[in-house]
Nanobody
Framework: QVQLLESGGGLVQAGGSLRLSCAAS????????MGWFRQAPGKEREFVGA???????IDYADSVKGRFTISRDNANTVYLQMNSLKPEDTAVYYC??????????????????WGQGTQVTVSS
């Protein structure tokens, strides 16, 4: 089973940028759809964005559309570039690997492997 490790979180001022990385223990592109989720204290896990295994389709939550971008390299790492960060983006961010659907899924239960999470804190 693939293992995922997120990195790149930290403290940033509102309006700033961060890039999160999700390194997989094996090549993910032909095997998994990849998703990013986040969870703020006291709230449910929330969809951020996801990419199909082909890379041909990427969807984002309305709350991050135009500010966040998902990409991947040629090996086993998926990225979440976050620009124009807002205090409400503060959360633990998780990457996840799931079944190879033709469309990205926004549902956590469609993903069966999760990373440990990385904290993102945006100060006002």
């Amino acid at each position: 089973q693939v293992q995922l490790l997120e990195s790149g979180g930290g403290l940033v001022q509102a309006g700033g940028s961060l890039r999160l990385s999700c390194a997989a223990s094996e090549r993910t592109f032909n095997n998994y759809n990849m998703g990013w989720f986040r969870q703020a204290p006291g709230k449910e896990r929330e969809f951020v964005g996801a990419m199909t295994w082909t890379g041909g389709r990427i969807d984002y939550a309305d709350s991050v559309k135009g500010r966040f971008t998902i990409s991947r390299d040629n090996a086993n790492t998926v990225y979440l570039q976050m620009n124009s960060l807002k205090p409400e983006d503060t959360a633990v961010y998780y990457c996840a690997a799931g079944q190879r659907y033709s469309l990205p899924s926004y549902r956590p239960h469609d993903y069966n492997t999760w990373g440990q999470g990385t904290q993102v804190t945006v100060s006002s």
